[in-house]
């Protein structure tokens, strides 16, 4: 399966509080997980990116958690700031293949 | 200053028209993408090129043409026969394709075109 579910399809969050964005995929090949930033009318920035052989990375307020046996892995945006709004997607690589994306995840903070 | 461009920002066109949009890049990156992107949805693959004068077929090919002549430029054509062509087209392109995977992989993406039918 190619495929990769991304959840929730829309978050809220107060500013200073955490977001969490779930992805999960079945295809056991995938072995590269990017996490994309989308602002309004511009294209997709790279975020943050794991490969399956660590557990977590972080940059800053940015936090990827991975779960090999689950087959998951999870955006965490720590102190999030209104200037986090926008829509992140995260997507999964096979080599050979190209890049799979989740549907996205609109975060909007409030101040 | 590298980076990849696509224009125009904003296009429209009549129904049975066909279009070229266009995207060029600096980075001196081997492969390149083109993404559909509709609301609430995820990026879809409709062409990519790993090389000058190659290219493939992504998932949602049909309607949709692209040429390779030039290592920086990858224009795509959206023809009459494309049923539902009003989107917002992402324009990427990655250092390669290596393995295993890693940031050599990684694509960089174009500000886009929000093509518009009449």
């Known amino acids: 399966q190619q495929q990769v579910k991304q959840s929730p399809q829309s978050l809220i969050v107060q500013k200073g509080g955490i977001s969490i964005i779930n992805c999960a995929y079945e295809?056991?090949?995938?072995?590269?997980f990017p996490w994309y930033q989308q602002f309004p009318g511009k294209g997709p920035a790279l975020l943050i990116a794991i490969r399956p052989d660590v557990s977590e990375k972080k940059e800053g307020r940015f936090t990827i958690s991975f779960n090999k046996s689950a087959k998951q892995f999870s955006l965490h945006i720590m102190d999030s700031q209104p200037g986090d709004s926008a829509t992140y997607f995260c997507a999964a690589l096979n080599y050979g293949q190209n890049f799979v994306f989740g549907p996205g995840t609109r975060l909007s903070v409030l101040p | 200053d590298g980076g990849i461009t696509q224009s125009p920002k904003y296009l429209f066109r009549k129904e049975g028209q066909n279009v070229t949009l266009s995207c060029e890049q600096n980075?001196?990156?081997?492969?390149m993408y083109w993404y559909r992107q509709d609301p609430g949805q995820g990026l879809r693959l409709i062409y990519y090129?790993?090389?000058?004068?190659?290219?493939q077929k992504g998932d949602i090919a049909e309607g949709y043409s692209v040429s390779r002549e030039k290592k920086e430029s990858f224009p795509l054509t959206v023809t009459s026969a494309q049923k539902n062509p009003t989107a917002f087209y992402l324009c990427a392109s990655s250092p390669g394709t290596g393995f295993p995977p890693s940031s050599y992989n990684e694509q960089f993406f174009g500000p886009g075109t929000r093509l518009t039918v009449l």
């Open positions: 295809n056991t090949a995938f072995d590269y």
């Open positions: 090129s790993q090389i000058v004068n190659d290219f």
């Open positions: 980075l001196n990156h081997d492969a």
